[in-house]
């Protein structure tokens, strides 16, 4: 029987150590007086996460949210709203995340994570400025972060009285700005300059924070 569960789990797409946490779980809640039970149940629950990971992909990128603070950092999430994947634009983003671990969380649960620490390590500062750029071919997808987004960074700034900007911006602006590799948010920042002074150089301009 727990070949078959191993089996199972071979199929999903998710990470190696979210099969082996899932699996450990799924033993030790099994009650071995129980055991001829348990294990259908157990079974019952691999083929759902089958379903849910297998089909849908959980790796599948879904969304992309981009955070520009000082420290840029992206975070992709899947259809279920959950971070399969962070990436640092700057050497800040990157000494963030190697402090904070975001990911398989919630979009929520981690933008309030790295909110917090941006916070706790002087990133956040009053009167200043949180900007979020992020893109989804699902348009319902797109409005419904973005109002979770805002209202998750507001909370976590209020008492500094900085500024939060939360946009949707398109594949096209997205892949952009991957290909110069700074955030989302920041290339969204150089555009809106630019239609005010089409001289100004991206290149140069991303070397500013």
Known sequence: MKERVKKAFDSIQAEEQLKRDTLNKLYNQTPQRKKHFGWRYAVAAVLVLVLLFGVTGYNTAYAYVDIEVNPAIGLTLNKLNRVIRVRA??????????????????????ISKLIDTMEQQGYIVDSGLVSV??????????????????????????????????????????????????????????LQLMEVDPTIDVGHCTQYT
Not at 133 to 158: F, K, M, R
């Open 133 to 190: 750029a992020l893109q989804s071919s699902d348009t319902a997808v797109e409005t419904s972060l973005q109002e979770s987004i805002d209202h998750c960074i507001q909370q976590g700034v209020a008492h500094h009285n900085a500024k939060v900007e939360v946009n949707t911006v398109t594949a096209d602006v997205k892949s952009e700005a991957d290909a110069l590799n700074i955030s989302a948010a920041k290339y969204l920042a150089i």
């Open 89 to 110: 634009y700057n050497k800040d983003g990157q000494d963030l995340l190697d402090s904070t671990s975001v990911k398989y969380l919630s979009s929520e649960d981690a």
